[in-house]
T-cell receptor, first 113, second 110 residues
Framework: KQEVTQIPAALSVPEGENLVLNCSFTDSAIYNLQWFRQDPGKGLTSLLL?????REQTSGRLNASLDKSSGRSTLYIAASQPGDSATYLCAVKEADSSYKLIFGSGTRLLVRP | SQTIHQWPATLVQPVGSPLSLECTVE??????LYWYRQAAGRGLQLLFY??????ISSEVPQNLSASRPQDRQFILSSKKLLLSDSGFYLCAWIGGAVGIFGPGTRLTVL
């Protein structure tokens, strides 16, 4: 059974700092991995998607990497801003035909002005 | 582009009352649709998914049920709510590579 773990559970950093969020998964047979952002009381917004054959994806100040063989992904946020404060969730899509997204429990990020 | 609508946005219900949450999708046909629940301070738990009309798969035994009467409509129901049903319910469309989520329904059972 696929399990997704995110570390740390919460993170507080001063504005301008670069930071890394970690995601690990137990079964490397994934179709892709996706990072989402969730603001309090809101739905999820997709940030980056990495296919199983890819190593990384970049969007603006965000960079996500994937090491499928070791079951790990990182989300790197450069020059953090208070507007980056949110919960960040990673999810893996299993490689079978079920089309399920399995989520980690998230990292709650606070960027202090 | 695909859009997911959910209603109501918030709901407060007494224990033992029925529940009906609705999700509709625009911008795609024959979507794979999902219901997730997020308890306070926790991750998303997959409840049900559907690959087509009247085709529902349940992930965990629970007090809830799901139905898909139309291609772009997915309904989450309960005959009698429990306190443990409180949470944030999210409907999602997962097509090909990406997952798109609705705005969610905050359910509080008192």
């Amino acid at each position: 059974k696929q399990e997704v773990t995110q570390i740390p559970a919460a993170l507080s950093v001063p504005e301008g700092e670069n930071l890394v969020l970690n995601c690990s998964f137990t079964d490397s047979a994934i179709y892709n991995l996706q990072w989402f952002r969730q603001d309090p009381g809101k739905g999820l917004t997709s940030l980056l998607l990495i296919q199983s054959s890819q190593r990384e994806q970049t969007s603006g100040r965000l960079n996500a990497s994937l090491d499928k063989s070791s079951g790990r992904s990182t989300l790197y946020i450069a020059a953090s801003q208070p507007g980056d404060s949110a919960t960040y969730l990673c999810a893996v899509k299993e490689a079978d035909s079920s089309y399920k997204l399995i989520f980690g429990s998230g990292t709650r990020l606070l960027v202090r002005p | 582009s695909q859009t997911i609508h959910q209603w109501p946005a918030t709901l407060v219900q007494p224990v033992g009352s029925p529940l009906s949450l609705e999700c509709t999708v625009e911008g795609t046909s024959n979507p794979n649709l999902y219901w997730y629940r997020q308890a306070a301070g926790r991750g998303l738990q997959l409840l049900f998914y559907s690959i087509g009309i009247d085709q529902i798969s349940s992930e965990v035994p629970q007090n809830l049920s799901a139905s898909r009467p139309q291609d772009r409509q997915f309904i989450l129901s309960s005959k009698k709510l429990l306190l443990s049903d409180s949470g944030f319910y999210l409907c999602a469309w997962i097509g090909g590579a990406v997952g798109i989520f609705g705005p969610g329904t905050r359910l509080t059972v008192l």
